[in-house]
């Protein structure tokens, strides 16, 4: 069974920045994109920025200018670079990679912004 296996997570202060990475733990064909979602106390979880096996990328509107999501294609990692952060942005990073049969979730990393 192919795990996602997420790090980066931690406690920052407002304006600080976290880069969370996320890789599988074995082998998954058919990647047709990769993306982080969060999920805050009392909310649902949401997109906040997804890359395309192209390259295309698309963000959340709270996270733009903020946010950069990447990929290495040879090791099927990705990446999200995570500046500027705000008290808003604490909540549970999950990575998600979607393939033609199937979606995978990691278990998800704890940002907490706050000073």
């Known amino acids: 069974q192919v795990q996602l296996v997420e790090s980066g997570g931690g406690l920052v202060q407002p304006g600080g920045s976290l880069r969370l990475s996320c890789a599988p733990s074995?082998?998954?064909?058919?990647?047709?994109?990769m993306g982080w979602y969060r999920q805050a106390p009392g909310k649902e979880r949401e997109l906040v920025a997804r890359?395309?096996?192209?390259?295309?990328?698309n963000y959340a509107d709270s996270v733009k200018g903020r946010f950069t999501i990447n990929r290495d294609n040879a090791k099927n990692t990705v990446y999200l670079q995570m500046n500027s952060l705000k008290p808003e942005d604490t909540a549970v990073y999950y990575c998600?990679?979607?393939?033609?049969?199937?979606?995978?979730w990691g278990q998800g990393t704890q940002v907490t912004v706050s000073s």
């Open positions: 074995g082998s998954i064909s058919s990647i047709y994109s």
């Open positions: 890359i395309s096996i192209s390259g295309t990328t």
């Open positions: 998600n990679v979607a393939a033609t049969f199937r979606a995978y």
